[in-house]
């Protein structure tokens, strides 16, 4: 009898798929996909750090633009609030030859005003404006008839 024990039924059919032999699987195919595979993986990581590389540098570079327009828009958020300052903005209108309002009034919804109005501090008043009327002899487009003529 040899060692094996003798199988049965279904058992049987299965060992009969099997090889049975000393026979070993061949090892140069295997060699090749494990190889394979280590070098497709160093590839892959080599492509991703390029990849990680590159977007790091991009990063970076946004970080300086970034930085750049901060600093742009400290700098004219500064000039804006100079200028608006009160003393900058009086300077400004008296050098638009404007000068400071007088006493204000207010009128209520039914008419009546509160306050009495008073004219700017400063202010130019205009001379008493007569129209002008031109005679017709004035005129001298020649359209108008003069009279002598």
């Known amino acids: 009898m040899s060692g094996k024990p003798e199988l049965k039924g279904r058992a049987a059919r299965l060992a009969r798929l099997l090889p049975t032999g000393p026979g070993q699987a061949a090892r140069a195919p295997f060699v090749l996909l ?5 070098g497709g993986g160093l ?5 991703l750090n390029s990849a990680l590389s590159e977007g790091a540098f991009k ?3 946004l970080r300086s633009g970034t930085k750049n327009l901060t600093d742009e828009e400290q700098a004219l958020q500064r000039d804006i609030d100079a200028y608006s300052a009160p003393d900058a903005l009086q300077r400004r209108a008296r050098e638009l030859g404007m000068v400071p309002g007088g006493d204000p009034v207010f009128l209520d919804p039914d008419g009546t005003v509160k306050g009495v109005p008073s004219a700017a501090p400063g202010a130019r008043r205009p001379a008493a404006h007569t129209p002008l009327v031109l005679a017709p002899e004035a005129m001298t487009d020649g359209l108008a008839p003069t ?3």
């Open 34 to 38: 494990v190889v394979l595979l280590l």
């Open 147 to 149: 009279p002598g003529r």
């Open 59 to 61: 990063l970076d570079d």
């Open 43 to 47: 590839i892959c990581l080599l492509v």
